[in-house]
């Protein structure tokens, strides 16, 4: 996270961080988390490394997938990691960190993918977003060899891979450009850098004002009709829950109703995302759910057990503004 962090405005009270955000606690932390994630038989998974999606030495990624054929193709779950725009890795830590969203995927009966995408200083706005439409771009041409529905695309950023994720979503030029992409997932992400202080995540932004404030992806993202399940962590840092306040405050301002929300309670910004698939699967059920209730899930898959006609306390849908389905069987 950017020492330089920060919200424009009145002193504002900060809350106490949550102990393990204390960078000397965040490499054992989300060990620790690791460990406790469910063995993934070996006989039924399997994960093609470093596809690359692009001409970057960054454009790769990881497809985790069932060895199990299914009649009917299955969704395909993107996830982008987070990093501050300047770090991280699709495997940051070796395979204890981000592997797990993918193998969260597969248990779940979905195509898990992981992706690196090109980071500041080097890449600056908007390049992560046109990481995003190229990687949609491969997998509507190569998904189906892995047993996924092209069509069928969730995407799930965490961080600055949210912001990534927002930014390609609201961006006609990026979004028009691919084909299906049904939803997303939003996990403690920046939505209006222009509202951040002037120096926080200039590598990628930039520092002049009018571009950051342009770069905001709100309205972009309310116009585009794409379903968003909006996650942030109770200990996220309170610059992050405000950009997820923003968010949430226009869509209701915009519709009139409150969209499909996530939260954290006990998380913070590393094990709000380690926690996936791990014996703790009280925000992995409710990711389910929202994917079963925005994609062709089918009863046969072997996550169909998680799929509920409502998504469980705590997280809100309408189908009704948002025009998606229920759990299909």
């Not at 070796?94 to 969260?104: C, K, L, Q």
């Not at 949210?162 to 084909?179: C, D, E, G, I, M």
């Not at 405050?249 to 929300?261: I, N, R, Y």
Request: glycine share 10%.
């Amino acid at each position: 996270m950017d020492q330089n962090l920060g919200v424009r405005g009145p002193n504002r009270r900060r809350k106490a961080a949550h102990p393990a955000t204390e960078i000397g606690h965040v490499s054992r932390e989300v060990s620790l988390v690791a460990d406790k994630a469910r063995p993934t038989t070996k006989k039924t998974y399997r994960v093609i490394r470093d596809l690359a999606y692009g001409d970057d030495t960054l454009h790769r990624l990881d497809v985790h997938m069932s060895t199990l054929r299914d009649e009917v193709a299955r969704p395909v779950l993107l996830f982008l990691h987070g990093g501050g725009f300047v770090a991280g890795d699709k495997r940051a830590r070796g395979d204890s960190e981000h592997d797990n969203i993918g193998r969260f995927a597969v248990e779940s009966g979905f195509v898990g993918v992981v992706m690196n995408y090109r980071l500041a200083p080097a890449a600056t706005y908007p390049s992560g977003a046109d990481d995003v439409r190229r990687a949609v771009d491969f997998l509507a041409r190569r998904v189906t060899e892995y047993g996924g529905d092209p069509q069928q695309v969730v995407l799930m950023g965490h961080s600055a891979g949210a912001a990534h994720v927002a930014t390609f979503l609201a961006t006609p030029a990026l979004r028009n450009a691919v084909t299906g992409v049904v939803a997303a997932i939003l996990s403690s992400g920046i939505f209006d850098p222009g509202s951040l202080a002037p120096g926080a995540f200039a590598s990628y932004y930039g520092s002049d004002e009018q571009g950051r404030t342009n770069a905001s992806s709100i309205d972009g993202l309310l116009d585009s009709g794409i379903p968003l399940l909006v996650s942030i962590a109770e200990f996220d840092p309170p610059e992050l829950h405000d950009q997820a306040v923003r968010l949430l405050a226009a869509a209701v301002q915009a519709t009139g109703e409150f969209p499909a929300t996530l939260y954290g309670v006990g998380h913070n910004n590393f094990s709000v995302i380690a926690h996936i698939g791990t014996d703790d699967r009280t925000m992995g059920d409710e990711i389910v759910n929202f994917i079963c209730a925005t994609t062709r899930f089918h009863k046969g898959a072997p996550g169909a057990a998680h799929c509920a006609e409502t998504l469980p306390a705590g997280a809100h849908r309408n189908e009704k503004a948002r025009g998606h389905p229920p759990c299909l069987g």
